[in-house]
T-cell receptor
């Protein structure tokens, strides 16, 4: 099944810095979503960008989508220790099932 | 309101035993999904329920896995004759409408299954 691939696998930054994570995928999509997971448990939906959109903002989050390159990026500005988590991109092309990548593990140190 | 709940939180079982994992979706959500998160494998889609329609079981890894959803609400994922490779976190999610494109899926906290 199609999966997104996040890059980097792990990222360590200091509070106040920006964090950028990238996601690449293989086939055409309806939309791409980013989720956060704390402590290996439930996922929290962060933002959705549709295939006809190029950029979207939500608070300190900025997501871009380049369908020609089949890639997306998630930018977290002014990071906080509470942003420490794993971040997953998920693509949807069949109307419901999400195809997740393996995630980027973000560590924000005070 | 209450989110998606799952039980048990953790389950340790012996190889060969059957296990049942339960999911209570958000009230009123018609679509329900099961995913599995294995170490190093990311999240895999397992099965999808939508209202009274036949479920999409295309993600189930073997015939030892089955799921049902009673009364359009609670769902149970059953793994028969568990194997060590079944060890994973099993996540349930639900969404409000018809499972259409672009819906937010709300995830439960997951059940961490360990097969010894």
């Amino acid at each position: 099944s199609q999966q997104g691939e996040e890059d980097p696998q792990a990222l360590s930054i200091q509070e106040g810095e920006n964090a950028t994570m990238n996601c690449s995928y293989k086939t055409s999509i309806n939309n791409l979503q980013w989720y956060r997971q704390n402590s290996g448990r439930g996922l929290v939906h962060l933002i959705l960008i549709r295939s006809n959109e190029r950029e979207k903002h939500s608070g300190r989050l900025r997501v871009t989508l380049d369908t020609s390159k089949k890639s997306s990026s998630l930018l977290i500005t002014a990071s906080r220790a509470a942003d420490t988590a794993s971040y997953f991109c998920a693509t949807e092309n069949s109307g419901y099932a999400l195809n997740f990548g393996k995630g980027t593990s973000l560590l924000v140190t005070p | 309101g209450a989110g998606v709940s799952q039980s048990p939180s953790n389950k340790v079982t012996e190889k060969g035993k059957d296990v049942e994992l339960r999911c209570d979706p958000i009230s009123g959500h018609t679509a329900l999904y099961w995913y599995r998160q294995s170490l190093g494998q990311g999240l895999e889609f397992l099965i999808y329920f939508q209202g009274n329609s036949a479920p999409d079981k295309s993600g189930l890894p073997s015939d030892r896995f089955s799921a049902e959803r009673t009364g359009g609400s609670v769902s149970t994922l059953t793994i028969q004759r568990t194997q060590q490779e079944d060890s994973a976190v099993y996540l349930c999610a639900s969404s409000l409408l018809t499972g259409q494109s672009g819906e937010t899926q709300y995830f439960g906290p997951g059940t961490r299954l360990l097969v010894l």
